[in-house]
């Protein structure tokens, strides 16, 4: 039990030198890219750069000690520090004590209903979020996080909740455009992409060894923040209307203790649900894809345990939500780390980083830090998404496009809510007008197929549907009419056998229409017969009287249904020759 809630006392029983290196080594190369992003997305969230410091040390250290992934690196990430900013500027200004406060609460919110979630295990909440819904939710989110940065880049003030009004706001403001922000934030941003394109190739190609070339790429952002700060310095740039980050905070992170006012909890309980939802899909998508590389496994449950615990600790250590990152887990996993010390390694790291380098970073340009976010979140980014879904699934592809001009036009907690909410009306929609195929007997085999795409025969007198999928209340009455329309239309026909190999549950509602399929079908003197189903469904189908009151039989398999009422057809369909039985596709 305590290895089940406390994983750390499963990979820290075998933790040995090796190991502790091939961690250290991990832990190195995350931190050097972790503190310029950290201060970054900090200033995404509208909060002090040294609070994206400190949501990268207790945070860590928690999720070490909760969490099942091995190379999971959790900390502050672009689409939740947008989405802290979207929930928190509802109740108070950027910059006041009030919206640190509500920062501070709704990490705490979203760390409890993480944990609740967690003890419940209702991690299968998340899977209302499909892929397309995020995809084109993590897509918007890009799109609008990458524009609101300009203004650092340009040096200018601009504002928006929606990609129209940070637009239109940026717009309005080009005549005021600082040519050195501009400078640096150009020149910053040219230089982060070139680095992530290019520098490792080039080192390699230089003869350094892989490994180190890696690092030396992922320490692109260090060498901008570097550069720029000392130039910002040297140039005294800060004095021609270069922004700079200012004093930040030298010291540990801080014990904090956020308010317990009921209304200000009670108005942030959906953003921190939504928050909690989506970082928990991110994390668990790059976990569960990291863990399949090395035959490793994830406990979901146990995840939200670990992201819980992670955001409580950043709700009373003076940071905001975090989640894990899938840019940093990729590094950490690619660096060789083996088990979660390597985040607790990290957090070491961060935590010297604000003793001792913080005062280095008072000329730091937030211009710098603008382009490390533009030139990160630029990489979610994925429009080809819209086309690939659109070729494979139109109804997926109205969801995806929804939530991305929902989340542009309106806002990132509108568009994920539309999101959530469409995919789940397209899956009622589907499932209330399931596919449902008229089978016959291939000849030379004991397999039932459609008629409309293989040859196959068929007796006049049985009319045999295969309905695939499970029956419940959405569907029951589409069921129905589908019968009840073919029997009225050919008199011939006098058994109806339901084929019901893809029918996994049968909801009451779904039970009464069958019964009453049944009932009339048999006042019209025909018998109503199942095969195949399954033994979950027929043990429920055992609780009630229906198989009781049932006009016909419940068959093992379609063939032996068809050869108790047709035993002639079924046996000389069985000994004809096999042949090619596929018909061009039905319309």
Not at 59 to 73: E, H, M, Q, W
Not at 135 to 160: E, M, N, P, R, Y
Not at 280 to 295: G, I, N, P, W, Y
């Amino acid at each position: 039990m305590l290895k089940r809630y406390f994983p750390i006392l499963d990979w820290g029983a075998g933790y040995g030198r090796e190991t502790l290196a091939n961690d250290l080594i991990a832990a190195v190369i995350v931190t050097i890219m972790l503190i310029p992003q950290s201060l970054a997305y900090a200033l995404l969230a509208g909060l002090p750069p040294e609070v994206g410091l400190y949501a990268s040390i207790a945070p860590l250290v928690l999720y070490g000690i909760f969490g099942t992934s091995r190379a999971l690196a959790v900390g502050p990430v672009a689409v939740v520090s947008l989405m802290t900013a979207a929930a928190v500027g509802q109740f108070a200004a950027v910059g006041t004590p009030e919206y640190y406060t509500a920062a501070l609460v709704l990490a705490l919110l979203s760390g409890l209903m993480l944990l609740a979630m967690g003890l419940l295990r209702l991690g299968f909440l998340a899977n209302f979020l499909s892929h397309p819904v995020i995809s084109g939710f993590i897509t918007a989110s890009g799109i609008l996080i990458a524009t609101s940065q300009l203004k650092h880049v340009l040096g200018v003030d601009a504002s928006g909740h929606n990609l129209y009004e940070l637009g239109l706001s940026l717009v309005q403001a080009l005549p005021d455009v600082s040519l050195p922000t501009l400078a640096i934030g150009a020149a910053s941003t040219a230089f982060l992409f070139w680095v992530r394109k290019s520098l490792k190739p080039l080192l390699a190609g230089w003869g350094m060894r892989p490994r180190l070339a890696d690092v030396c790429a992922k320490a692109g952002p260090v060498a901008a923040v570097a550069v720029t700060t000392l130039a910002t310095f040297g140039l005294g740039l800060h004095e021609k209307g270069v922004a700079i980050v200012g004093d930040i905070p030298q010291g540990l992170p801080p014990l904090t203790l956020p308010t317990f006012e009921l209304d200000l909890w009670g108005s942030l309980a959906l953003s921190a649900l939504l928050i909690s939802i989506v970082g928990f899909v991110e994390s668990v998508s790059v976990a569960q894809t990291l863990a399949a590389k090395k035959r490793q496994r994830i406990v979901p449950d146990q995840e939200l345990i670990g992201l819980g615990a992670a955001n409580i600790g950043a709700g009373l250590t003076g940071g905001y939500p975090v989640t894990g990152g899938f840019a940093r887990s990729v590094v950490n996993f690619d660096a060789g780390a083996e088990t979660p010390a390597a985040g607790i390694l990290t957090a070491i790291g961060i935590g010297l980083a604000t003793l001792l380098l913080t005062p280095l970073l008072f000329f730091l340009p937030k211009a710098t830090l603008a382009a490390t976010i533009i030139v990160a979140v630029l990489s979610l980014v994925d429009l080809g998404a819209l086309k690939r879904t659109w070729a494979y699934s139109p109804s997926d592809f109205a969801a995806q496009a929804a939530t991305i001009l929902i989340t542009l036009g309106f806002g990132v907690e509108l568009g994920i809510i539309a999101g959530v909410g469409l995919s789940i009306a397209f899956h009622l929609f589907r499932t209330s007008r399931p596919h449902c195929a008229v089978v016959g007997q291939v000849p030379g085999t004991e397999h039932f197929r459609n008629i409309d795409r293989h040859e196959v025969v068929t007796d006049p007198e049985v009319f045999s549907i295969r309905v695939d999928e499970s029956l419940y209340f959405p569907n029951a009455r589409f069921l129905e009419d589908r019968i009840y329309d073919a029997v009225a239309a050919d008199a011939r026909i006098r058994h109806v056998v339901l084929m019901c190999p893809a029918v996994n549950f049968i909801d009451a509602s779904a039970l009464e229409s069958l019964e009453a399929i049944n009932h009339r079908l048999k006042d019209s003197g025909v018998t109503l017969h199942l095969t195949e189903v399954k033994g979950p469904v027929m043990d429920r189908l055992k609780r009630a009287h229906f198989l009781d009151e049932l006009s016909g039989r419940v068959f093992l398999t379609q063939y032996d249904a068809l050869a108790a009422l047709n035993p002639e057809l079924a046996h000389t369909t069985l000994a004809a020759p096999r042949r090619e039985t596929a018909k061009p596709p039905a319309a």
